[in-house]
């Protein structure tokens, strides 16, 4: 296998919209959007999104295979989110999961936040036990999504970046 961690550039609106409707068609429980809004959004969403959240994809043997994006929050320049993890069923378990979240945290650390944060389900526990891995701890902070998926519970975990 070879993979590699490739960050999109903002001209690359086809391969955001295509990789992020499979993961939104495959784990809806693990994110707050529904593949049915996505679908719908027009060409200028993903392009103001490629824009906003820094976007990593992984490649395998030459696939799209799994993608991460960062954010930031505007009321708080020392936080930054990690955000829409997945790796394609058929290549999990091979660490890509562990690697694109290691390009998160090297985004964040460049970009000199202080703290990464993230919402995972609390059903979730190959995420849960994927991001303890990587040093996040929970903050004890829970919400739930908002309707159609209600159901689910959301922890906050936290990782603090070594600034210098
Ligand atoms: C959560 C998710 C992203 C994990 O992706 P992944 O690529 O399977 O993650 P990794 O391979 O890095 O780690 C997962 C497991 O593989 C193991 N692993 C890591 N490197 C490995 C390697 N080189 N060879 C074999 N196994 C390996 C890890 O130890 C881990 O095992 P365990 O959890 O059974 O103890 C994936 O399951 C997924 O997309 N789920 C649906 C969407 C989702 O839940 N996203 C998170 C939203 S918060």
Not at 86 to 104: H, S, Y
Not at 118 to 137: H, Q, S, W
Not at 156 to 163: A, N, R, Y
Request: aromatic share 6%; hydrophobic share 40%.
């Amino acid at each position: 296998m070879k993979m590699e961690i490739q960050r999109l550039s903002l001209d690359e609106c086809a391969r955001l919209r295509s990789i992020r409707l499979t993961a939104l068609q495959d784990a809806p429980q693990a994110f707050e959007t529904t593949f049915q809004t996505a679908v719908a959004f027009p060409p200028e969403s993903w392009q103001r999104q490629l824009q906003n959240l820094p976007t990593f994809i992984a490649v395998v043997d030459g696939v799209d295979s799994g993608m991460v994006r960062g954010a930031s929050n505007p009321d708080d320049p020392s936080l930054a989110y990690l955000i829409s993890l997945w790796v394609a069923p058929k290549a999990r378990g091979l660490g890509i999961g562990q690697a694109l979240i290691e390009a998160v945290i090297a985004w964040a650390g460049s970009e000199k936040y202080a703290r990464l944060v993230l919402d995972v389900a609390e059903e979730n526990e190959p995420a849960i036990a994927l991001y303890t891995r990587k040093g996040f701890k929970p903050t004890g902070q829970t919400r739930t999504l908002p309707p159609p998926k209600d159901h689910i519970k959301e922890h906050e975990m936290v990782l603090e970046l070594s600034v210098g």
